[in-house]
Nanobody, 121 residues
């Protein structure tokens, strides 16, 4: 069973930084891509940053220049470095991964349980 475990959320003042981590555990063949989404109260879940095909990355316009996504393939881990945080970044942040469970099988989407990020003004 594949699990995504996030860590690194918390409370920070505006202008501060946080680093989120997400590790994929369990038995699987390969990770196709990983990324981060967030959901604020009353809002839909939205893309924050993600790896696309190859080493390409995609960022929401609202976080460009402030957030950086990175990964350690050997550790099956993706990170989100969040700098210059704003109160509007307050949300639950979810790790997302597209994973191929077994060789020649279809790939599946997985979500982490979410980690709260709160930015005070």
């Amino acid at each position: 069973q594949v699990q995504l475990l996030e860590s690194g959320g918390g409370l920070v003042q505006a202008g501060g930084s946080l680093r989120l981590s997400c590790v994929a555990s369990g038995s699987f063949f390969s990770i196709n891509t990983m990324g981060w989404y967030r959901q604020a109260p009353g809002n839909q879940r939205e893309l924050v940053a993600a790896f696309t095909t190859g080493d390409s990355t995609n960022y929401a316009d609202s976080v460009k220049g402030r957030f950086t996504i990175s990964r350690d393939n050997a550790k099956n881990t993706v990170y989100l470095q969040m700098d210059s945080l704003k109160p509007e970044d307050t949300a639950v942040y979810y790790c997302h991964a597209i994973i191929t469970p077994k060789l020649y099988s279809v790939f599946l989407a997985y979500w982490g349980q979410g980690t709260q990020v709160t930015v005070s003004s």
